[in-house]
């Protein structure tokens, strides 16, 4: 969610700049899409270059050539927690115990 295109119809003669969201949060004066829109539903996952069809509920299909991917907060590279669990045993008495460790890796963006 809340990723931002640019995007411009395949003539040029219209250029858009139109962020994903919820339904709750669209509002097109703002540039704020629904991912349930017609126009959400072909943005939704397309590549910078690609070329999507939208089909509004009247009208002829619009064809937006995607320009830019100017923000895409979940390829954002991150840390992420990972926690191993390790069961070792004890001299004394010989029961298992549990460690739990928690490390720290980057997500590929």
């Known amino acids: 969610m809340n990723t931002t295109v640019q995007c411009t119809t395949v ?3 219209h250029a858009h700049t139109w962020t994903l969201v919820y339904p709750d ?3 097109y004066l703002r540039g704020r899409l ?21 089909r509004p509920p ?8 995607i320009r830019e991917i100017l923000l895409q907060p979940e390829n954002r590279r991150r840390a992420c927690p990972v926690s191993q669990i390790q ?13 739990v460790r928690t490390r720290y ?5």
């Open 11 to 13: 003539d040029g003669a």
């Open 87 to 99: 069961i070792s045993r004890l001299k004394t008495d010989g029961g298992p115990i549990c460690v």
């Open 58 to 65: 009247r009208g002829v299909p619009i064809r937006y050539v």
């Open 34 to 54: 629904s991912v349930l829109s017609p126009a959400g539903i072909a943005l939704f996952g397309a590549r910078r270059g690609q070329t999507v069809v939208c």
């Open 105 to 109: 890796f980057f997500a590929r963006g």
């Open 25 to 27: 949060e669209a509002d």
